[in-house]
């Protein structure tokens, strides 16, 4: 459906502009001289928005038109995105990125109840798994691509870029999209009630968890492959390109692995991400085994994360739009955490190698977790 499709360019538009300064990291601590560690405070910056302001803005805009909120929202990623490409110093940039942050995951919220209400119940999984394709073309391409603009042209031009998609999903969304009538509306406080239950909460944290190994790597993506790897610059968009396919692909293949048996799969995919991640520290000073190692990390962490997403759906089913906003928040809990564990690492006298130790150790973290409770509870997560 064209309207399913006009919001998943918005998440691919919103989303590129969060995964892409991974790879333009270097460039912006170079430009604003800043050392690489405090340039990876962007990340945490960012997630630490999404953290602030996807429950928030979700609930004070729980009785809101969606269409006017959307186009709201995407005006914020604009306007964000310019004052990213025009900033000055870093200051300004970090407190640009926190303005364009604070809409994301409400956005995503509002987009899954806007396309699932506008296909066949029988269809409501499906619908929800392209909205989250544009996120995985945001990896895929979306970041490779704005890499390459940046080494080309600079990294301002890369968040012109990125302004440019979302300025062109608000003209989209403004003409084509209208907003669900005589939808079901739930408080603001009762929805915050279901959030606060014990397998809710439970849920959460495994999703900040057991991301933050991944995301620590994603962050410090570009040092690790060049600075230690010996990759030059130029092949960082390939490098980029294909963590993102390996990502793709194990979102897709773990969805379907996760619905077949979740009580196997989650544990024996993070035990898996866990023996990748101790491999990389080995490999991380040979070019092609640390390139191949960084496929498998994008693969096996996001093979991992549908299974999370589905704890948390079926744990809070009666509010689903406030729970994908709180689950966003806590995956960028997890990024926020790792990019500010990660650039104290990266600034080390040790330099950024040990980051693969501190990924497999937090992901081992998430495996005893998930075992315990399967134990205990008897639960299928």
């Known amino acids: 459906m064209l309207r399913i499709s006009i919001l998943m360019a918005g ?23 800043v050392p690489v560690g405090t340039a990876g405070l962007l990340v945490t910056a960012y997630a630490l928005g ?5 429950p928030l803005l979700t609930a004070l805009t729980a009785a809101a038109d969606r269409k006017r909120l959307l186009l ?6 604009v306007v964000g995105n310019m004052i990213s490409a025009l900033a000055s110093d870093f200051v300004v940039l970090l407190g640009a990125r926190v303005i364009t942050a604070l809409v994301t995951s409400t956005f995503f919220a509002q987009a899954i109840v806007i396309a699932v209400r506008s296909a066949p119940p029988e269809r409501a999984a499906s619908t929800i798994a392209r909205l989250a394709f544009g996120m995985n073309l945001a990896m895929i391409v979306g970041a490779p691509l704005g890499t390459a603009i940046g080494g080309h042209w600079g990294w301002r031009a890369t968040f012109s870029f990125v302004g440019l998609g979302c300025l062109i999903c608000l003209g989209l969304v403004a003409a084509l999209i209208t907003s669900p009538s005589e939808e079901p509306r739930r408080s ?8 606060t239950r014990r397998p809710v909460l439970f849920a959460l944290s495994l999703t900040a968890i057991g991301n933050a190994g991944v995301l620590m790597v994603f962050t410090y993506l570009a040092p690790l492959l060049m600075d230690l790897a010996g990759h030059p610059s130029r092949r960082l968009p390939m490098l980029l390109l294909a963590y993102g396919i390996g990502a793709t692909l194990g979102n897709l293949v773990g969805g379907a692995l996760y619905d077949k048996n979740p009580r196997v799969f989650q544990p024996a995919a993070l035990g898996l991400l866990t023996a990748v991640l101790l491999g990389s520290w080995f490999a991380a000073r040979t070019p092609l085994p640390a390139a191949v ?7 096996l962490g996001f093979a991992i994360i549908p299974g999370m997403q589905a704890r948390v759906l079926r744990a809070a089913a009666a509010a689903p739009t406030l729970s994908m906003a709180v689950n966003a928040s806590a995956y960028q809990l997890a990024a926020a955490g790792a990019g500010l564990l990660g650039g104290f690492i990266a600034d080390s006298a040790a330099g950024p190698r040990p980051i693969y130790l501190a990924a497999a150790a937090l992901t081992a973290c998430a495996l005893s977790l998930t075992l315990r409770v399967q134990i205990r509870w008897k639960s299928p997560v």
């Open 11 to 33: 998440v691919f538009s919103i989303t590129t502009g969060e995964f892409v300064v991974a790879g333009i990291l270097p460039e912006v601590a170079g430009d604003l001289h």
């Open 50 to 54: 999404m953290i602030i302001g996807g």
């Open 188 to 195: 603001a406080t009762a929805e915050l009630r279901v959030i």
């Open 293 to 299: 190692a960084m496929v498998l990390i994008g693969a």
């Open 72 to 77: 709201a929202l995407l005006a914020v990623a």
